[in-house]
């Protein structure tokens, strides 16, 4: 079942919903917790901590949605997709490498994450 839940990064709140996948629901097990990102485009990247323990799913893709979240094995990292990154063709969200599909922020996200720095902190939290 799919689990509600907020980033929250300084000020600003992004609500979304961490799919049923076993990678989706292993970050949702996790809840809450911290996370400090780094910027490669229009894409944050952090790494979460203890690994997932998750194998890299049958869906795993580099083309992404805006304000879609993956999970990208290498890094042991959450990954926050809103615009193209130094891998794109164009003007669509791509990741390095192959991710696992995690999860969707709500709405259109993408101004507002283009305003944050090159490094944040996130909290991940269930949603109230």
Known sequence: MPTRMVLKIGAASF???FNDSPTGQALAKRLPFKVRMSRWGEEYYGNVGKD???PEAPDARALMKVGELAYWLPGNALCIFFGPTPASAGQEPRAASPV?????LDGDCREALRLLGGSIQVSV???P
């Open 15 to 17: 609500p979304g919903t």
């Open 125 to 127: 939290e269930a949603a």
């Open 100 to 104: 696992n599909p995690a999860g969707m």
């Open 52 to 54: 997932l323990g998750v």
